[in-house]
């Protein structure tokens, strides 16, 4: 990951879409009006001990601006977090689209991006289950394009005009606003067993893909269909795809939930620190195309939301990146005021005729509208496009711009017909003349009718630990499930993606398991497995767990192969402040037992050193803490004195070189006894880069077939 230079032109956008932006560092109090101001602590009174004064305009003024402080929050992805940056293509995409974004790879398009979880309110935890939102605003020289995909590439249903019924159905029960930000309750699952078409999205839904790792390690995904418009007119359906080059990794779910408690704010965090710390995160846009003539050409309907097209039929076509490289200013202001709208596109990029995108078409603009307080939201910084804006559209709550002279319509002779529509040479947006036949119906395509073949797929496609996670997933929401008869219909509805997938669910929720069902297609996709990604150490956090009497010539040693992997690390201790070695060398320590928690980490080091580990022999935090992190199948590592303290949180004596000096690295835990420990380091950054070892998981216990 390197630090990019923003280009000259870059940081000019970026005042221009900024700029009243407002330092108040060095600078006086004043009212709302510029007054200045000699006191903001004591009201105006009659008396020292009098009422307050109704003339207290400083007062008045300071409590009606709290007052309105908070604006309704999002109906759906209320939380989330943005992200400044940019996008350049690799080289120019004119074979397939006129977009001018898409077209000079020395261009630097700036983006804001804003991830979020779906259904939890705006202060729920990070880490819920939940599909992620993965929405980009392009601020290109042709107005903005904004690409407001998912985490995962398939929806629940297949028409918008479903929408309000299906959120209903997974957001808090209306008696008792119960459960927050969760799928585990009756209300959806209700909704799940009667509308079969949310058979894939649940399989998705309740893969790891559910509890994403980081925002940095989604991939995200436009969903629905669009289309791709050359400069000759020439139209091709597309997808777009995020591919994010720390790969594809999830947390587990007794990991994320503790999370839930301890770090609510885990993902966000995340983000912020790594931007901060110059760890940009970085995605490439991939895009698949399918040639006009080819649309029928498929075993699915390729307008249809729950259906994604295989990687292996349809490739990837990897075209730019984008790099995540600026935290915002002001979370309210950028990232709570961001106004995304898949209707905001530009010449080169059209819709396709799918419903939900049909939809989504008319819903963002009018949600803004009650959101974000009236029709002038595009003139708020964060909307702004860095493109001129001309129209007749005037006034309205909240108008920024100063409109000048006597002319707001066309068309008009006193300004000379300005401003005016221009033809497409000009690159006026021009829609594509798609033929459109048929009669008025409220029905849906027989072509739509499939809904358990790529659940299916899906399902096949899975290692044996992902099908693990995703029966333990259905055992914990459906079993949430009061309605028993609901149970039952969630065990036979999976039976029509999987017969193996209905009776391991049965098991776990109370349910009579079929005897016979679905066993039909064995085919499978590799793309859809996170196994299959990419894995690396770079941007990871290791707790390293010492005590005084650590011995420092070797923990510098590991820490400075962690920093040249780029492997970030905080010192847990016993108590905040300073450590010292067995030489007397002086540590400073990050956290201790009561604000570290195992799972805010990706892997663990205990140090070396006798009294240290003697030390950590006798505190039960340290032996939990590593015991926690072995079942979460984080990467160990451990040193000399440090093998008995792995002893004593009973890790399979397999794993323990013994006194011998070889680098021992079974199921990721890495231990050496008086050996160098440069071979050291490179097991343990090995074992740090799986992500998970697995194994440890599957050794224990039974994996369905
Ligand atoms: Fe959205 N969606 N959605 N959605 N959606 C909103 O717009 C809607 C859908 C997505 O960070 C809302 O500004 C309908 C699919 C993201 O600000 C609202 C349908 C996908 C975000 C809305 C869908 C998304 C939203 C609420 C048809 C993936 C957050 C607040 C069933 C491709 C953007 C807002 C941000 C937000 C409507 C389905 C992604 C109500 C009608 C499919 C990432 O307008």
Redesign the pocket.
């Known amino acids: 990951m390197q630090n990019d230079n923003v280009s000259v032109n870059e940081n000019t956008k970026a005042e221009q879409l900024n700029p009243s932006r407002a330092a108040h560092y060095d600078q006086k109090l004043t009212t709302d009006q510029g007054l200045k101001l000699t006191n903001t602590d004591d009201s105006l009174k009659a008396g020292l001990r009098g009422p307050t004064l109704l003339e207290d305009f400083h007062f008045r003024e300071k409590l009606t601006h709290f007052d309105h402080e908070r604006i309704p929050e999002?109906?759906?992805?209320a939380r989330?977090f943005g992200v400044h940056g940019y996008f350049q293509v690799y080289e120019s995409m004119s074979e397939y689209t006129k977009a001018r974004f898409l077209q000079d790879p020395t261009v630097k398009t700036p983006v804001f991006v804003?991830f979020?979880t779906v259904v939890g309110s705006r202060g729920s935890a990070d880490t819920v289950r939940d599909v992620r939102?993965?929405?980009t605003k392009f601020y290109t020289e042709e107005g903005n394009y904004d690409l407001?995909?998912?985490n995962m590439p398939v929806?629940f249903?297949q028409d918008?005009v479903k929408?309000p019924d299906m959120v209903h159905s997974i957001k808090p029960e209306p008696d008792n606003e119960i459960p927050q930000a969760s799928a585990a309750h009756d209300t959806f699952w209700d909704f799940v067993v009667n509308t079969p078409e949310t058979a894939h999205m649940i399989m998705w839904l309740l893969s790891d893909r559910g509890i994403p790792r980081s925002f940095r390690m989604m991939e995200g995904?436009?969903?629905?269909t669009f289309r791709l418009i050359n400069a000759q007119g020439r139209a091709r359906f597309v997808k777009f795809h995020w591919k994010p080059l720390l790969g594809v990794h999830s947390l587990i779910w007794d990991e994320a939930q503790k999370l839930a408690g301890k770090d609510p704010d885990f993902n966000r965090r995340d983000l912020w620190e790594a931007v901060n710390n110059g760890q940009y995160p970085e995605f490439e846009l991939g895009i698949q195309l399918i040639e006009e003539q080819d649309e029928f050409k498929f075993g699915f309907d390729i307008l249809d939301?729950t259906k994604l097209w295989p990687e292996e039929t349809i490739p990837v076509k990897i075209i730019g990146k984008m790099t995540l490289n600026r935290n915002v200013d002001n979370f309210f202001a950028e990232t709570e005021q961001?106004?995304?709208c898949p209707a905001n596109i530009v010449p080169g990029i059209d819709f396709s005729n799918d419903p939900?995108l049909q939809?989504?078409l008319f819903?963002?603009l009018d949600?803004?509208l009650i959101?974000l307080g009236g029709p002038n939201f595009h003139e708020i910084p964060i909307n702004r496009t860095v493109a001129p804006v001309h129209n007749n559209q005037r006034d309205g709550y909240h108008r920024m711009t100063v409109d000048h002279g006597k002319v707001s319509y066309f068309p008009n002779s006193l300004a000379s017909n300005c401003p005016m529509p221009v033809s497409v040479e000009e690159n006026g947006y021009q829609h594509y003349a798609g033929k459109i036949s048929g009669e008025r119906v409220r029905a849906r395509s027989d072509s739509f009718r499939d809904h358990f073949s790529q659940a299916t797929l899906f399902w096949n496609s899975m290692s044996p630990i992902e099908k693990k996670h995703i029966v333990e997933a259905f055992h914990f929401e459906v079993g949430s499930v009061m309605d028993k008869q609901i149970r039952q219909r969630v065990v036979d509805m999976f039976n029509n993606v999987d017969n193996t997938l209905a009776r391991q669910i049965a098991m776990g929720v109370g349910a009579t398991p079929p005897f016979t069902g679905a066993s039909g297609s064995t085919a499978v996709s590799p793309a859809l497995s996170q196994l299959n990604t990419i894995r690396t150490a770079e941007t990871r956090i290791v707790a390293i767990l010492a005590e005084n009497g650590f011995n420092h010539a070797e923990l510098s040693f590991l820490m400075d192969s962690l920093k040249g992997a780029t492997v970030n690390f905080d010192v847990v201790s016993r108590e905040l402040g300073t450590i010292k070695s067995m030489d007397n060398r002086e540590l400073a320590v990050g956290r201790n037992y009561l604000t570290a928690a195992s799972v805010k980490y990706d892997a663990v080091f205990i140090s070396g050193g006798k009294n240290s580990a003697a030390a950590m022999l006798n505190q039960g935090d340290t032996l939990h803490f590593i015991n926690e992190a072995f079942k979460h199948g984080k990467a160990i590592g451990a040193v000399n004195e440090a093998l008995d303290v792995l002893a004593a949180c009973q890790i399979p004596d397999t794993t323990l070189a013994g006194n011998n000096a070889k680098v021992t690295d079974d199921m990721g835990v890495v231990t050496v006894r008086n050996s160098d420990l440069s071979e050291f380091c490179s097991g343990f950054l090995s074992a740090i880069s799986q992500h998970r070892h697995w194994q440890r998981e599957s050794k224990k216990e039974t994996v369905p077939a």
């Open positions: 999002r109906v759906v992805h989330g804003r979020s939102g993965f929405a407001v995909g998912n929806f249903i918008a929408f995904f436009g969903v629905n939301p961001a106004a995304f939900l939809g989504r819903s963002y949600t803004q959101r």
